[in-house]
């Protein structure tokens, strides 16, 4: 595993914090509560964020970040079953700063590390991992739809109002304009239902589903990982 260094963080991640920034918050109307909380707790609203604010962020996670090369669903899935995070070092190409259909260190950083201070989300993707790297490919086809459509591109409902909470929707502006305008159907969630969709490799899935509350979310997302094996 590597470590982002302060020299790599100067010449390729803080050229471009700024402008992420803004359009995170451009977004941040439709960014669930708990993930816009858990970022200005972890300082991604600092002025200026530097590399040790960058550093200090690590510090407080739940569990250790791996950063890696990008790698397939078995290995990414091995190492987090491992104890570690895996955290794309790489940087999208500045063309695609508004969507890539690849995950990167924008992708990571903002989509999912703010989670990481949160025990039972820590827990509840350790345990998936964990199921994951053990089952046949059919299994692992149904455990990533649950991935998919809660960690990557999950909606949760608050007050009649529907917020994005996966890491995917997050660092995607394109994506989040998209679901500002209403152009993405979003349904409750059911299993059954997920069964029926698509992964969508580029990142822009035309159904989505939400949950009434984010304790409600984890207690499904366990329960269908058990589900899953059985």
């Not at 960058?54 to 190492?79: C, H, S």
């Not at 794309?88 to 990481?116: C, E, T």
């Not at 979003?186 to 035309?206: C, H, Q, T, V």
Request: charged share 25%; net charge neutral.
């Amino acid at each position: 595993m590597n470590k982002i260094s302060e020299e790599y963080f100067n010449a390729h991640i803080f050229p471009l914090w700024n402008r992420y920034m803004e359009i995170i918050k451009s977004n941040i109307d439709i960014i669930d509560s708990c993930v816009v909380n858990n970022m200005k707790e972890l300082g991604y609203f600092n002025s200026d964020f530097s590399f040790n604010d960058f550093n200090n962020v690590l510090k407080n996670l739940k569990i250790e970040i791996g950063f890696t090369v990008p790698q397939k669903a078995d290995g990414w899935f091995l190492m987090l079953s491992g104890g570690f995070f895996p955290h794309y070092q790489n940087i999208r190409n500045r063309s695609a700063i508004n969507h890539s259909d690849k995950p990167d260190f924008f992708h990571d950083f903002l989509g999912h590390v703010p989670m990481l201070i949160d025990d039972d989300f820590v827990n509840a993707i350790r345990r998936f991992s964990e199921v994951y790297v053990t089952q046949n490919d059919y299994i692992q086809s149904e455990l990533m739809r649950l991935w998919f459509y809660i960690i990557e591109f999950g909606v949760l409902k608050n007050k009649n109002r529907l917020f994005i909470f996966g890491g995917g929707a997050i660092s995607s502006d394109k994506f989040s304009k998209d679901f500002k305008k209403g152009k993405i159907n979003i349904f409750e969630f059911s299993m059954s239902k997920i069964r029926d969709e698509k992964i969508y490799l580029e990142g822009n899935p035309e159904n989505l589903f939400y949950f009434d509350s984010y304790k409600k979310m984890i207690s499904t997302f366990n329960k269908e990982i058990t589900c899953a094996v059985r």
